[in-house]
Structure formats: structure tokens, C-alpha cells
């Protein structure tokens, strides 16, 4: 070996060892015991804890004495608590969400029986209204209300250094967007391969919908962009390859949002996935020629209708130009590759049944990718509260407090409306039965009838055959769906199996089961089987379900 090699080598072997060591260092200063616990509980492993990242990232010289710590709603409790107090924290700051207080509420009421001494400080919507009311009040220390970035550490100096006094519940002002410090970097290698990356240009909304906690924000305040932008490209250079935007409106400044458009655009060919919440009836041209050079699988636009009773609509605030909406969801569809997201939503003040299969059957027509059919929900200091008298509304009071009857809607009747919501979510969001949707559509447009009322009827059936209208094998849900269709007259039996042939063994290598493949000719069977389902969205960042959705999209433009 030369003697350059030589030096080569052993350089090599001192960077090893180098490597080696912090890697030990930074394994034992994750275990080592940490006075501040920043905790959640998320819904699944997959959702990243973005606001305690947000914490996190203002805590200054209390960084080195602070440690976040993610775990999920199915965690056992007392294994939980087992984790927190082997950290000896002197404070523990929980996020509660609508998702979340039942969870977390049972791990407050363990910790303070267990460990009386270790100061707890919640926080998040779910407790930032109605705060003196709620249950988890006389278990905690001190409830920080609304946006806590710099009001949590603080108190944390604060409770530290012993000070007394301090009121149980805090609030401040609105803290300025601008001086906040980034968490994007508190986002690890891990999480970027494996979670949800939450991204945010701006924050508040400048709508008064009352069913939304963002109708309370006073203004729409923007992050310097030129930074943001600056923070994505590094996740970018680091892996991130999915976004999703949590901005109440991001479509509401045509100029920030073309910015960050053309950011995107420019490394798009990357793969990624974006996910925005865009205001319907707000579609200006200099966005449109940006979004049209999106390819497949790159856009999400989640977008909210919520009612198409103008009287309804009245009742909640919310006002929008449903002519507008119209052409902008007809824009979407025949111009651009954009995967949209639309929702509606049961149980609001003077929506009645009929006005709802309505609206159902408009949006329908506006060919949405998706109809997500949500409940209403009591969120905590909404201001839809002024109509509980006049509509007689009536919520559960157990989480996610959703609406158990009102006015014009029985609790029967909700009860269906849940029954229809997860019998649409299955057979058409799911994006697992394009082609049965495709000819049912068809058939019921030639007919004249109502989608509504024939999921409706599609939902009924499912209820009564499976009882339980949720956990239902994609195979016992095509044997029910082969089952349900052979009793109406939307499809001769041979068409119906190949539609349910494709649909379920086309996307994925499945053999396709007994009752279908005994009604199709060996001739259908080797075409689902010899077809090539590499896809042409192999490298594409999308989502599973999204990406099913793909499949029967048109190929990226190439001009």
C-alpha cells in the first residue's frame, strides 16, 4: 500500500470510529433522564406530532432538556406511563386533540395518581375553549390556551426555576408567525421515510364558517417565504417526498401560492405529493396555467362544499358561488391531472334529507375523485353552538361528539347517514372499484335514478349482512357486492363478474375467487392474469389509495 493509500485508510478508519461514537452519543442522550417531556398520542404511527415539533423548536436554552415522545391512541395506557416516568421529567406537556382526549385523559389521571409531583401542562383545540368545564381540568397543572409557541416555554422557565403563583390557565396574545422558529429539521430521517411530513406556509382563515374553529381567527398570518421555501428544499434534499399543507386556505393569496407552486414544479419530477385545502370558488388564472402542468399523481386538492342548500349555508356563515364551483370542479377534471377531495357534511342547522341527497347528487355530477360524506361534530368553542336551541341539536357527548340528532334529522336517520358515509368510503373513495362505479353510474344516468338513494340501499344491505359496517375483508365485501348486485337489474351476470374480476385482481396480483371466475370464460381470466399491473406509477409518491385512483387516470402529459 502507498503511502497516500495509507493515509487514505486510516482517515477512513478515524471517520469510522468518529461515526461510531456519535452514534453511541446520540443513543445515550435519547435514554438519559429529561426535565421537559413534550407528548401526544396520535392517531396512528403514521401522522407525525407537528405542533409539538412547533414547541420543540422555541424552547431555546431548555432544548437539551427537553425530549418529544409520539405514541398512538392504541398504546396501552400503563405502558405509556411506564415510559414517561423512567424520563424523571419534572414537567410533561400533552397536545389533546378531539381524537385524542379520551386517551389521554385516562393517562393524566394514572400519572398524577402515580407521580403527584410532576407538574402537567396540556394544551391544543381540544382544550384551549370551554377549558373551566372540561374533565381533564382538575388533573393538570396549567392549560395553555390557543397557539403555544412561545407561551410554553416560558412557563417551563418558569416552573423551573420554581416561581409560584402562576395561573392554571394561561393564554397570551397571537404570537407572530415570523419570529417563530422552523421545526423542520426536528422532522428525522425516519420520520420522512416512513410518516406524514405536515407543512404550513401560513396560519388562521379568514372565513366565518361556524362548524370550524377557524372561524375564530382574526387574520391570515404568512411565514416568510423565502425560508419556508428554503425548509422544504432541505426535507426535499433529505428524502420528503410527501407534503401535506395544513393552511385553512391556501389558495387564498394567488401570489404566495404560485410561488410555492412553481417551487414544486421545478422538482416534481422527483415524485412528489402534495396535498393543499383550497377554497372552492377561488381559481384565478395565473393558477390554473401552473396547476395544469402538474402530472398524475403530484396534486391534491381537498376542497369544501359542506352544503348546497344556500339556506343552510346562510345558517353556518359560510358563503360561496356554487355557479363558480361548478365550472372550477368542470376546470379540474377536463383540464388538469389534479386528484381532487371534496366534502360534505351531515347534520348542519336546516339540512334535511332530501336536501342533502341533493347536494350529494350535484357534487356527484361535478366529478369529484372523491366525496368524503362527514358527520358534524360539537368542536369545543365553535360558534355553530347558537343554533343548539333553535334546531334542537343534540350531540354525543362522548368524542368525536358528533351529532346525534336534530330538527330536521331523526337519530335514525344519522345513523343511516353513518352507515351510507363508510359504505361510499369502501366502495367508491377507496378507489378499489373503478370500473363497477363506472358502469353503475352509467346505468343509473340512462335510468334517471339516484345515486344517493342507491347506495342508500347498497348501505342497508351491508348492515344487514355483515352487521358491523367497517372491518369488512376487500373479498367478503366483493363476495356481498357479487351477492347484492345479482338481486337488481343494473347488470347482466357476465358483465357484472368481469367488472368485479378487474376490479379486484386487476390492480394487484389476486386470484380471483370461485363465484366469479365460474361465470367468466378462460379467455377474461388469462387476460386479468397476464396484465401488466407494474403501472406506470411505480416511483409516484402518492399514497396507496390515491394511487389507485391512478391507475385509471390518463398518463402525465408529456407537453
Known amino acids: 500500500m502507498t503511502d497516500l493509500g495509507l493515509v487514505y485508510f486510516r482517515l477512513r478508519q478515524h471517520i469510522a470510529l468518529l461515526s461510531n461514537c456519535a452514534k453511541v452519543t446520540a443513543s445515550l442522550y435519547r435514554t438519559m433522564n429529561k426535565d421537559i417531556l413534550l407528548c401526544t398520542l396520535n392517531s396512528t404511527y403514521q401522522h407525525t406530532a407537528f405542533g409539538l415539533r412547533y414547541l420543540f423548536a422555541q424552547m431555546e436554552e431548555l432544548q437539551e432538556r427537553t425530549e418529544i415522545l409520539e405514541f398512538t391512541i392504541n398504546q396501552n395506557t400503563k405502558d405509556i406511563v411506564e415510559i414517561l416516568l423512567k424520563k424523571k421529567p419534572k414537567v410533561i406537556g400533552f397536545g389533546i386533540y378531539i381524537w385524542n382526549i379520551e386517551e389521554t385523559f385516562r393517562l393524566l389521571t394514572l400519572l398524577k395518581s402515580i407521580a403527584p409531583e410532576i407538574k402537567i401542562v396540556v394544551g391544543g383545540p381540544e382544550v384551549s375553549h370551554e377549558t373551566e368545564s372540561q374533565k381533564v381540568i382538575p388533573w393538570v397543572d396549567h392549560v395553555v390556551k390557543g397557539e403555544a409557541d412561545f407561551l410554553f416555554a416560558q412557563l417551563c422557565r418558569d416552573l423551573l426555576n420554581g416561581n409560584s403563583g402562576l395561573p392554571k390557565i394561561i393564554s397570551g396574545e397571537l404570537p407572530e408567525v415570523k419570529k417563530i422558529k422552523s421545526p423542520y429539521s426536528l422532522y428525522s430521517d425516519h420520520d420522512i421515510a416512513t410518516r406524514i411530513i405536515y407543512v404550513e406556509a401560513s396560519r388562521g382563515c379568514p372565513y366565518k364558517c361556524e362548524y370550524c374553529l377557524s372561524s375564530l381567527d382574526k387574520a391570515v398570518r404568512n411565514f416568510e417565504l423565502t425560508s419556508f421555501l428554503l425548509d422544504m428544499e432541505n426535507l426535499i434534499q433529505r428524502g420528503a417526498r410527501q407534503f401535506k399543507f395544513v393552511d385553512r386556505t391556501f389558495n387564498l393569496s394567488p401570489s404566495i401560492s404560485c410561488q410555492i407552486l412553481k417551487f414544486f414544479l421545478d422538482r416534481v419530477h422527483l415524485g412528489l405529493f402534495l396535498h393543499f385545502e383550497m377554497v372552492p370558488d377561488r381559481l384565478p388564472d395565473e393558477l390554473k396555467e401552473l396547476i395544469e402542468k402538474f402530472p398524475s399523481g403530484s396534486l391534491q386538492f381537498e376542497i369544501g362544499i359542506q352544503t348546497f342548500s344556500t339556506v343552510v349555508a346562510a345558517h353556518v356563515s359560510r358563503r360561496q358561488d356554487y355557479k363558480k364551483i361548478r365550472e372550477n370542479f368542470h376546470y379540474l377534471k377536463e383540464k388538469t391531472l389534479v386528484h381532487t377531495h371534496a366534502d360534505l357534511i351531515v347534520g348542519l342547522p336546516g339540512e334535511t334529507l332530501e336536501s342533502f341527497e341533493v347536494g350529494f347528487n350535484t357534487l356527484v355530477e361535478f366529478g369529484p375523485d372523491e366525496i368524503q360524506v362527514g358527520i358534524l361534530k360539537r368542536l369545543k368553542g365553535f360558534p355553530l353552538a347558537r343554533h343548539d336551541q333553535a334546531f334542537q341539536m343534540k350531540y354525543d357527548l362522548h368524542p368525536p361528539f358528533q351529532i346525534l340528532q336534530n330538527k330536521e334529522m331523526s337519530f335514525e336517520e344519522i345513523q343511516v347517514m353513518q352507515r351510507f358515509a363508510k359504505t361510499w368510503d369502501q366502495v367508491a373513495n377507496s378507489g378499489n372499484f373503478p370500473r363497477l362505479m363506472a358502469a353503475w353510474k352509467t346505468y343509473l344516468t340512462s335510468s334517471g335514478k339516484s345515486l344517493f338513494k342507491e347506495?342508500?340501499?347498497?348501505?342497508?344491505?351491508?348492515?344487514?349482512?355483515?352487521?358491523?359496517?367497517?372491518?369488512?375483508?376487500?373479498?367478503?365485501?366483493?363476495?356481498?357486492?357479487?351477492?347484492?348486485?345479482?338481486?337488481?337489474?343494473?347488470?347482466?351476470?357476465?358483465?357484472?363478474?368481469?367488472?368485479?374480476?378487474?376490479?379486484?385482481?386487476?390492480?394487484?396480483?389476486?386470484?380471483?375467487?370461485?363465484?366469479?371466475?365460474?361465470?367468466?370464460?378462460?379467455?377474461?381470466?388469462?387476460?386479468?392474469?397476464?396484465?401488466?399491473?407494474?403501472?406506470?406509477?411505480?416511483l409516484n409518491s402518492a399514497p396507496d389509495r390515491q394511487q389507485r385512483h391512478l391507475a385509471q387516470t390518463p398518463a402525465p402529459r408529456t407537453s
Open 455 to 538: 347506495i342508500l340501499a347498497l348501505s342497508s344491505f351491508l348492515h344487514q349482512r355483515h352487521s358491523q359496517n367497517y372491518g369488512i375483508s376487500l373479498l367478503n365485501l366483493v363476495e356481498s357486492l357479487w351477492v347484492y348486485f345479482q338481486n337488481t337489474a343494473v347488470f347482466p351476470i357476465t358483465e357484472l363478474a368481469e367488472v368485479l374480476g378487474m376490479d379486484y385482481a386487476y390492480q394487484k396480483r389476486r386470484d380471483l375467487p370461485y363465484f366469479l371466475r365460474t361465470q367468466l370464460n378462460a379467455e377474461f381470466v388469462d387476460k386479468i392474469k397476464n396484465s401488466n399491473r407494474t403501472g406506470a406509477y411505480a
